[in-house]
């Protein structure tokens, strides 16, 4: 998830989310409300199997203004 902090205008935010296994959602919106200081963007990834694998989830906001910010974990499974 992604926390997405704003100055309380209303608009939308257009985005998208980039995963380190090279795939990419298509682009999303979210749109705002006046007062609103925050969106929270979910991304879902699904893991399947055992094994250990190190991810990076790169969330890419094109409009209204490029911003970028990434995060990385680790799957784990017995």
């Known amino acids: ?4 902090r704003t100055d309380g205008r209303p ?4 985005y998208h ?3 380190s296994d090279g795939s990419r959602s298509a682009p999303l919106r979210e749109t705002l409300a006046r007062g609103q200081k925050e969106a929270r963007l979910h991304l879902l990834w699904t893991f399947r ?3 250990t ?3 990076v989830a ?3 906001i094109t409009s209204p203004a490029a911003r970028a ?4 974990f680790t799957y784990r499974c017995g």
Do not use: I, K, S
Request: net charge positive.
């Open 1 to 4: 998830m992604g926390v997405v």
């Open 11 to 14: 608009g939308t935010l257009t």
């Open 17 to 19: 989310w980039e995963r």
């Open 49 to 51: 199997g055992p094994g």
């Open 53 to 55: 694998h190190r991810a």
């Open 58 to 60: 790169r969330l890419v």
């Open 69 to 72: 910010a990434e995060g990385t």
